[in-house]
């Protein structure tokens, strides 16, 4: 069983930056795939990206791609989303994922989820 708890949501204004972090429980964090999902008021979940359990290739979706990186630290057991240039449309509820296959994280069906961190881009 895999506990994830998300920290460093906030607010912060348009083309700002924030990173976020989400810490694992258990030992075995490095055999999971781990990513980001996110939920804006009255939307459907969108994946954000995921890495595979080196941490050595990862996945984003398009409207990130370019503003946001994904890294992983095995020794730490924990999971970071770097944001840059954020903007208005950003604004989401985010939840770190964890599954066995990054295919699970891209569809949103992983095995494990975070309870989620609130992200708003705003003036």
């Known amino acids: 069983q895999v506990q994830l708890v998300e920290s460093g949501g906030g607010l912060v204004q348009p083309g700002g930056s924030l990173r976020l972090s989400c810490a694992a429980s258990g030992r075995t964090f490095s055999t999971y795939a781990v990513g980001w999902v996110r939920q804006a008021s009255g939307k459907e979940r969108e994946i954000v990206g995921a890495t595979i359990k080196s941490g050595s290739s990862t996945y984003y979706s398009d409207s990130v791609k370019g503003r946001f990186t994904i890294s992983r630290d095995n020794d730490k057991n924990t999971v970071y989303l770097q944001m840059h240039s954020l903007k208005p449309e950003d604004t989401a509820v985010y939840s770190c994922?964890?599954?066995?296959?990054?295919?699970?994280?891209?569809?949103?069906?992983?095995?494990?989820w975070g309870q989620g961190t609130q992200v708003t881009a705003s003036t």
């Open positions: 994922a964890a599954a066995k296959s990054l295919h699970s994280i891209v569809i949103a069906t992983p095995d494990h």
